[in-house]
T-cell receptor, first 111, second 113 residues
């Protein structure tokens, strides 16, 4: 059973701080990794994709991938109250069409 | 931008009814998915389809069926609705082309009374 593990949180950070969200996955053959943001009562929204080892930056967001350790992370710099949401880590199954989603980490940014 | 449209945001039905949830995508994606999401249980895959008229069971297919007669449309059917099928239902689509992400519709919050 392929799995994606995340700390459920909640993770609470003050406004302006860096929020660090972590994820591990079991499928060694996976090649594509995603972070989704989900506000309460809404559907998941794609915010980052990463395919290669290292860092990928997009505005205040940085995704980090380490395939050897089977580890993906998301850093949110200068956290804002509007970043308060659940963040889902997702990993495409190698050789297939499916995506495995983590259960999500709840983030609270305190003003 | 990818647009995945689900027919209803909120739906209330009675036990025993046959319920249809519709999903349409406008990006010519080959893959389409139906999930349900319940508090504390995360996203659970019900069915998916990788081509017209093709369907595959996900992790929790019992009590559900699907139909994909056209590439852009994927329907979820609750054959005889039960109260334990009260949930948020999410449709998603993705491309066959190398390692693409799934894009979600707005979701349908279904209540079975």
């Amino acid at each position: 059973q392929k799995e994606v593990e995340q700390n459920s949180g909640p993770l609470s950070v003050p406004e302006g701080a860096i929020a660090s969200l972590n994820c591990t996955y079991s499928d060694r053959g996976s090649q594509s990794f995603f972070w989704y943001r989900q506000y309460s009562g809404k559907s998941p929204e794609l915010i980052m994709s990463i395919y290669s080892n290292g860092d990928k930056e997009d505005g205040r967001f940085t995704a980090q991938l380490n395939k050897a350790s089977q580890y993906v992370s998301l850093l949110i710099r200068d956290s804002q109250p509007s970043d308060s949401a659940t963040y889902l880590c997702a990993v495409n199954v190698a050789g297939g069409f499916k995506t495995i989603f983590g259960a999500g980490t709840r983030l609270f940014v305190k003003a | 931008d990818v647009k995945v449209t689900q027919s209803s945001r909120y739906l209330v039905k009675r036990t025993g009814e046959k319920v249809f949830l519709e999903c349409v995508q406008d990006m010519d994606h080959e893959n389409m998915f139906w999930y349900r999401q319940d508090p504390g249980l995360g996203l659970r895959l019900i069915y998916f389809s990788y081509d017209v008229k093709m369907k595959e069971k996900g992790d929790i297919p019992e009590g559900y069926s699907v139909s994909r007669e056209k590439k852009e449309r994927f329907s979820l059917i609750l054959e005889s609705a039960s109260t334990n099928q009260t949930s948020m239902y999410l449709c998603a689509s993705s491309s066959h082309r190398g390692n693409q992400p799934q894009h979600f519709g707005d979701g349908t919050r279904l209540s079975i009374l």
